[in-house]
């Protein structure tokens, strides 16, 4: 594959302002946070802005790590080199204001990769999609302050997205939020949810959603695992319908801790890490909702 440009108009809001986001972007210790384990940054046009590690993709050394700035216009754009699974590739990061911002301000991001050669990996472009999604929301969680913030250890062959939290509500009662279809319907965007409840029997959301020109509209999962008030697996089919990419594994643990539940989310069984794209992030969202409808149910 040649002459790949890729562009990802990051669709939530930062929420800061341009300058301080900006920041983010160019110095060591924020990108320490939130992109790469190691970075080391000149911040001028022409200075080196290198970063490697087991957060970046590759796990290079601090010997590969050779990006150089070729656009500084603080608080506007960022530009670099990188060298990407052996493929050169130059990435420019643009700011610009959020023009529906009312109480405070907020920075609209706009990230374009371009590449002559694509890495020769399977799935390439997909790659450079979900890397962006990543670190843009890594980015997003930096911003808002989060103590922990989600990144992918490119050093290990496996991955896996993981979400925890506490509920006011009984696990009869989460549990009902997870296999009831009117219940899915008020915490995932779904349309139609069909559930079998039982192991070999359905749970579907009935959506569909336009990919790169294409009408996706997902095959129901099948339930894997079924334990009353305990524990719920469903297959997850790959987000861009692709089949050749075998399907993925989603688990809710449910814990009683007497009155409320510890809810536990693992999605995994992801080809390679970088498939975990923005999932860690709308898991997170999601599993918020499963607890907001379920404590208006305990009510």
């Not at 694509?118 to 989060?146: N, Q």
């Not at 569909?208 to 469903?234: F, H, N, V």
Request: aromatic share 12%; charged share 25%; net charge negative.
């Amino acid at each position: 594959m040649t002459a790949h440009e890729y562009q990802y108009d990051f669709p939530i809001p930062l929420p800061a302002d341009r300058a301080t986001v900006f920041r983010a972007l160019i110095e060591a210790a924020a990108l320490e946070r939130w992109f790469a384990e190691h970075a080391m940054v000149e911040p001028k046009e022409g200075g080196a802005m290198r970063f490697w590690g087991r957060y970046t993709v590759g796990a290079p050394g601090e010997a590969e790590a050779n990006q150089v700035i070729t656009r500084f216009e603080p608080g506007k754009a960022l530009g670099f080199s990188w060298r990407v699974l052996g493929r050169d590739s130059e990435v420019t990061l643009s700011l610009r204001d959020d023009e529906d911002a009312t109480d405070s301000p907020a920075t609209r991001l706009l990230v374009e990769h371009r590449f002559d050669t694509l890495p020769e990996i399977g799935r390439a472009a997909e790659l450079v999609d979900d890397l962006w999604r990543v670190h843009t929301g890594s980015l997003l969680e930096y911003l808002m302050g989060k103590d922990s913030i989600f990144r992918v250890d490119f050093s290990r062959p496996e991955a896996e997205v993981r979400c925890e939290l506490e509920i006011d509500a009984s696990p009869a009662t989460v549990f009902a939020v997870l296999i009831t279809p009117e219940h899915i319907g008020k915490w995932f965007p779904a349309p139609a949810p069909v559930v079998e409840p039982k192991v070999g029997g359905k749970y579907g959301f009935g959506f569909s959603y336009e990919q790169d020109g294409k009408t996706i509209e997902p095959p129901p999962c099948t339930i894997l695992e079924y334990e009353q008030d305990r524990r719920l697996a469903i297959t997850w089919p790959d987000w861009r319908g692709d089949a050749s990419v075998p399907d993925q594994k989603v688990t809710w643990e449910l814990e009683d801790l007497g009155g409320k539940t510890r809810l536990v989310l693992v999605h995994d069984g992801f080809t390679r890490p970088v498939d975990v794209s923005d999932y860690p992030f709308g898991w997170g969202h999601f599993m918020q909702e499963i607890a907001r409808v379920s404590q208006s149910l305990g009510e």
